[in-house]
């Protein structure tokens, strides 16, 4: 017999925190005879800012960090972690969390929007350990292996999603920097050997600032630096504000505010600053004397609105209505409540947007909730151009087809904070005009720019191991499925230009005969991808961190509609496994669409398959092969589960999240009564079956009837656990069922 063997298993927020609820227990249920634990790890933004200011809280308050516990635990062998999405909070949602949290009678201190004392920089500093992508680059300690099942793309070539077609006459384009950007700024080194940098500002005057010291660097590490300027960023802003107008399309803005913290944040402040230019200008002073900070989006200024009398409030309000009938009109977020894409910075999170404009034939919501083709600024070019080739591409060539076009797998590097993941703590917006200098420790400048006063200047790192491995699981998986690989470096970029040097040494380490691997620019790579895709051809895209996360929300929503259905593996470099559920989010529109009518529309598909890698991964390090087979019925519970349709409705009253957990337990239970490979397996779970299908119209009855009311679960960011609870599991019988094992 095995000895006992542990899958940690996240709880983390919003749907999937929902959904959880009521798929954990048939994970336990089902799991429990098998030697295998499941422990429960509460990283949800709200159980992470209570593990961060435990000194606030009193003894029963106080949590365990878990995430930090979890962060260790993927440094191990034994690590066995199903990681769940989970908010990478901004601004907005940070404070909605610590407000819900203090009413709860937690006695947090609020998040200083300006932190001037000491108190308040220690307080800010441990915020900021929460805010944003806090969670991903902890436990990421390997590299990124994303691809949609077989299953999953049988499943979508016969059941079609919806797809807008695109005409060749579209006005949808991208509109990106041509200099002064990150992009045409970028310098990059190799370290020859391990070092200790600081970065230094230098100002005109010649007094020198020290932003950042001590920082370890090993032996063959990247880095790169490189400087937003802040003029460029003004007057192309203004340029495509000005051009959407006079060309009548919708201005949208794609960022990603979340996992670059501090850039990005800054630059969607002068986009609101631009295009509400008016309102500061006549403004300013009072706006400042409010403490109104637009780098936290537009919807900032209308809450601090409220500290005005109401004479002058409504005078703003009028000034703010002209600004909306003089400029171009915004995409929406939400018509009907009149939110814009400039009013919260992640409500428009790039990864996801530009696919779904892209999905919905180029077009965005406009404030009539007509769909209308539409500008979309990216800033910044490094990445822009993929979503310029694929938009030129679809004005070409039409809509893609789900039911005939290929697949594109993608191995993205992203261990140990690779590239942008890690830059936010070295990430600047200067003071003043000068220069910025990276110094190693003998006093050799590495990296110099000259910078002006606004400029963002930003640098990240790549370490070598993570590199060496991430050429690895290139090849490893253009070897395991017979498809070409493509590196999408760009050798005009300084950072790209140094990791392909790595890619070309670390490529001799693999036997590659027959196999097709290539380095093309990103835009380049996009074409040859599309140009394949449309052929029902499958091309893997082999990419840095930053194109990880497009990529794997580009192409699975084109191709099966949503990246929740994707196989997402972290292959942790100890040799343990993190299993991600889908590369989507924690898509708050659905918990909205819970609250009101009592409907759950997640679909956990991401979550079953990363379940039977998680038990097979368990099965082989432990010998244990009762996990194995676990592993095998799940997945083929999983193909029964997609070909007899059972993923959730989106309507009321209709098979919902917790419907379709259902039936994925009665389909693991008969694929157990049916196998032969365990006995004892096989005798309990045929009963269970039996149990399973003879109650099912009643539990599916039952669980669509409850359907259609408002239903309170005591919270958003921590939900009563009673409350939640009786609403993910309302129902009696299949309790009593799970509970029968
Ligand atoms: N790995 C992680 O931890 C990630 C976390 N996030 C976080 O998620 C939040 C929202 O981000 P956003 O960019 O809007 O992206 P989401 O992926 O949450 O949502 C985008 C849309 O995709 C669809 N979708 C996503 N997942 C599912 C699913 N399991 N079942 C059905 N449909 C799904 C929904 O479409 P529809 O509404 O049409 O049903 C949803 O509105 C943010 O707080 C963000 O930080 C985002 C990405 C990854
Ligand atoms: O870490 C985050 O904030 C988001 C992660 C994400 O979007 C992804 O990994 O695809
Ligand atoms: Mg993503």
Known sequence: MSKIAKIVYTKTDEAPALATRSFLPIVKAFTKSSNIEIEVKDISLAARILANFSDYLSEEQ????????????????????????????????????????????????????????????????????????????????????????????????????????????????????????????????????????SIKHIADNGSKTVLKESLNLLDGEIIDATVMSKKALVSFLETEISDAKA??????????????????????????????????????????????????????????????????KAEILLDIAEVYKNKPAVAMVNSDKGITNLHVPSDVIIDASMPAMIRTSGKMWNSKGELQDTKAIIPDSSYAGIYSATIDFCKKNGAFDPTTMGTVPNVGLMAQKAEEYGSHDKTFEIASSGKVVVEDASGNILIEHNVEEGDIWRMCQTKDLPIQDWVKLAVTRARASETPAVFWLDENRAHDAEIIKKVNLYLKNHDINGLDIRILSPIKATEFTLERLVKGEDTISVSGNVLRDYLTDLFPILEVGTSAKMLSIVPLMNG????????????????????????????????????????????????????????????????????????????????????????????????????????????????????????????IAELNKIQGNEVNIGGYYKPSDDLADMAMRPNTTLNKILNSF
């Open 576 to 699: 343990g496994g993190l299993f991600e559920t889908g590369a989507g989010g924690s898509a708050p529109k659905h918990v909205q669409q819970f609250l009101e009518e009592n409907h759950l529309r997640w679909d956990s598909l991401g979550e079953f398959l990363a379940l039977a890698v998680s038990l097979e991964h368990l099965g082989t390090s432990n010998n244990n092969a009762k996990a194995l087979v676990l592993a095998e019925t799940l997945d083929e519970a999983t193909d029964k589960f997609l070909d007899n349709d059972k993923s959730p409705s989106r309507k009321v009253g209709e098979l919902d999240n917790r419907g379709s957990h259902f039936y994925l337990a009665m389909y693991w239970a008969e694929e157990l009564a049916n196998q032969d490979k365990d006995a004892d397996l096989k005798a309990t779970f045929t009963r269970v079956a039996n149990d399973f299908n003879a109650n099912e119209h009643t539990i």
């Open 62 to 197: 106080k949590v365990e960090d878990a995430l930090e516990q979890l962060g260790n635990l993927a440094k191990q062998p034994e690590a066995n972690i199903i990681k769940l999405p989970n908010i990478s909070a901004s601004v907005p949602q940070l404070n909605e969390a610590i407000k819900e949290l203090q009413a709860l009678g937690y006695a947090l201190p609020n998040y200083p929007e300006e932190a001037n004392t000491a108190e308040e920089k220690a307080v800010l500093a441990l915020y900021n350990k929460v805010k944003g992508s806090a969670v991903n680059p902890v436990l990421r300690e390997g590299n990124s292996d994303r691809r949609a099942p077989k299953a999953i793309k049988n499943y979508a070539r016969k059941n079609p999603h919806s797809m807008g077609v695109w005409s060749a006459d579209s006005k949808t384009h991208v509109a990106t920097m041509a200099a002064g950007d990150f992009a045409h700024n970028e310098k990059s080194v190799t370290l020859s050997k391990a070092t200790s940098i």
């Open 247 to 312: 060309q009548g399309v919708l201005l949208s803005l794609h960022m990603k505010a979340t996992m670059m913290k501090v850039s990005d944040p800054i630059i969607f402040g002068h986009a609101v600053k631009i295009f509400f230019k008016d309102i500061f200008d006549k403004h300013g002073k009072t706006l400042e004397e409010i403490g109104v900070d637009v780098n936290n989006g537009f919807g900032n200024l209308l809450r601090n609105l409220e500290e005005l009398s109401e004479e002058k």
